[in-house]
């Protein structure tokens, strides 16, 4: 398998990602963190006039642990955190989150659907590490094989995954039985490509099959909602999606389409890295499947 370089799983933050990070890294901060990250969700505006002791009253936390809250979102300071901030907020992409609530009409409700749905793949194409992206699809493309896994709310991507890259001529298996997904990571080598799905980067399944995989020697990828779950921390690429939970829709539709995109973009760069073959098979596939249609 060539040499390639590896990318830290934890990578620059974008400019202008503030919230759209700190809604995803939310759920695996600390007490303290959460207690300034609730702060900056429900009053965005202030904390970017105010100091950083003034931030650290308001959310009865010391000033030390202000600063902590912004090196983990990836700045470099409360500075860096205040200028990315107020970009995020006077972007036209920023918009006001509109949960579904229980006495909207029919149309409020779609209409909401569709807007959380649009929301959620524009916030991930703006975190999105694009290098990570390529160096993937590179990654896959040398692999001996590939292995999707994921359980759950993650099979359907897993299977979507299987089928899509098999096209490319790739040896790739997708599996989302716990057991099975364990066993064949004790098999792989450094030669092999292990790609895992779990919106929360903390189902125990993937995260276990993970680290059998990269023991084995193999090269893991992952795609998730949370940038700071144990399974990036046993990952060697990290493709972030974007997706908020709702009162009524927890790991939501979005979710998957976030995961769903990322993963016909890595099969748009692979099949236009390995177009000649990928236009041959495409061509046998259509003329054996054309029998299965009236």
């Not at 959460?34 to 105010?50: H, N």
């Not at 364990?182 to 929360?200: G, I, R």
């Not at 993963?263 to 596939?285: F, G, H, Q, V």
């Amino acid at each position: 398998m060539p040499e390639v370089s590896m990318i830290a799983p934890h990578t620059e933050v974008p400019p202008s990602s503030a919230l759209i990070r700190l809604r995803g890294l939310y759920s695996s901060l600390r007490a303290a963190l959460q207690r300034v990250g609730d702060l900056i969700l429900a009053q965005p505006e202030m904390a970017i006039y105010a100091s950083v002791n003034e931030v650290a009253a308001a959310a009865g936390v010391s000033e030390a642990t202000v600063m902590r809250f912004c090196r983990t979102l990836g700045f470099r300071g409360f500075q860096d955190f205040k200028i990315a901030l107020a970009r995020e907020l006077v972007s036209p992409l920023q918009r006001l989150h509109e949960e579904v609530a229980e006495g909207d009409d029919a149309a409020t409700i779609v209409r909401k659907v569709f807007q959380a749905n649009i929301n959620a793949l524009q916030d991930t194409l703006e975190i999105l590490n694009l290098k990570a992206m390529e160096e993937a699809a590179h990654w896959m493309l040398a692999a001996r094989q590939v292995w999707v896994i994921g359980v759950g709310t993650s099979g359907p991507i897993v299977r979507d995954a299987g089928n899509k890259f098999f096209r490319l001529g790739l040896d790739v298996h997708s599996q989302t039985d716990a057991h099975l997904m364990m066993m064949q990571a004790a098999l792989l080598t450094c030669e092999d490509v292990m790609l895992a799905v779990s919106h929360s980067g903390s189902t125990r399944d993937p995260v276990e099959t993970a680290k059998v995989a990269k023991a084995a020697g193999a090269r893991i990828i992952c795609i998730t909602n949370n940038s700071l779950s144990p399974l990036t921390r046993v990952s060697d690429l990290v493709l972030v999606t974007a997706a908020r939970e709702t009162r009524f829709r927890q790991e939501a539709m979005a979710a998957r389409l976030c995961q769903t995109s990322i993963i016909d973009s890595l099969y748009t760069l692979m099949a236009l890295a390995r177009s000649e073959t990928a236009l041959e098979n495409l061509a046998k596939i259509e003329n054996v499947i054309v029998a299965k249609q009236y």
